[in-house]
């Protein structure tokens, strides 16, 4: 199933917050990646945030995944979760 998971900055990053916990998000995201749950991720252009594209079983494994990220789990980041597939109508070309 692939979620496209969203975040939205609650509250700025003091450049003190940011030293003490982006040490511990990248890696955590990183792993992420590596572990195959996170495929592609973007650095939103219209507020402050990223988008994920996850490959999961679920839109609850999703969020298992994203609140465990130290920046979801102090509560700066939330996400909003959609699931997202092949666009249907598509099919219709090919009858």
């Known amino acids: 199933m692939k ?6 900055i609650t ?7 940011r ?3 982006m040490p511990s998000e ?9 572990d195959g749950k996170i495929e592609q991720f973007w650095f939103r252009q ?4 990223v988008v994920f594209l996850m490959n999961v079983e679920s839109v609850e494994e999703a969020k298992a995944a994203i609140e465990a990220l130290p920046l979801t ?4 980041a939330s996400y909003e979760f959609m699931t ?7 099919r219709l070309l090919i009858q």
């Not at 219209?46 to 945030?49: A, R």
């Not at 789990?73 to 700066?76: D, H, L, R, S």
């Open 3 to 8: 979620v496209l998971a969203v975040a939205t």
């Open 11 to 17: 509250r700025p990053l003091t450049p003190e917050m």
């Open 19 to 21: 030293q003490q916990i």
């Open 26 to 34: 990248v890696p955590a995201t990183l792993q992420l990646y590596l």
């Open 46 to 49: 219209d507020k402050p945030g």
């Open 73 to 76: 789990a102090q509560g700066i």
């Open 84 to 90: 997202i597939g092949p666009l249907a109508p598509l």
